[in-house]
C-alpha cells in the first residue's frame, strides 16, 4: 500500500509557480508534522517546508517568502505553494511524514524542473 502519495510537480520557466500535493494514508497513524523535502543531482536531501499537526510552519531560508505549505487535516493532505521559481530550485521533491511512535513515511518523489 502507497502510504504517501504525490503530485503536482512538473516544467516550468523560471518566475512561474507550482502546487505539490501529498496524501497520507490513514495506515500511517497520527502524523506528527508532514513536510517537503527537496534533492538535486550530486546534493543532499534538504528541508523545503513543515508543518506539524499543531500548524507551526518551518522553512528552508532559501524558499522563505517564495513557498507557503498548508495543509488539510480532514483529508491528512499538504500542499506546498511554490511561486517565483527559480532554476536552482529544480530538485526531485519528497513528502515526508513523521507518524507519532512509527517514525519516518517517505515518498517516492515528485521531479521539479525550473527552466531558465
Known amino acids: 500500500q502507497v502510504q504517501l502519495v504525490e503530485s503536482g510537480g512538473g516544467l516550468v520557466q523560471a518566475g512561474g509557480s507550482l502546487r505539490l500535493s501529498c496524501a497520507a494514508s490513514?495506515?500511517?497513524?497520527?502524523?506528527?508534522?508532514m513536510g517537503w523535502y527537496r534533492q538535486a543531482p550530486g546534493a543532499q536531501r534538504d528541508l523545503v517546508a513543515r508543518?506539524?499537526?499543531?500548524?507551526?510552519?518551518d522553512y528552508g531560508d532559501s524558499v522563505k517568502g517564495r513557498f507557503t505549505i498548508s495543509r488539510d487535516s480532514a483529508k491528512n493532505t499538504v500542499y506546498l505553494q511554490m511561486n517565483s521559481l527559480k532554476p536552482e530550485d529544480t530538485a526531485v521533491y519528497y513528502c515526508?511524514?513523521?507518524?507519532?511512535?512509527?517514525?519516518?513515511?517517505w515518498g517516492q518523489g515528485t521531479q521539479v524542473t525550473v527552466s531558465s
Open positions: 515526508n511524514a513523521d507518524s507519532c511512535g512509527r517514525g519516518d513515511y
Open positions: 490513514r495506515s500511517i497513524g497520527v502524523i506528527i508534522s
Open positions: 508543518i506539524t499537526s499543531s500548524g507551526s510552519t
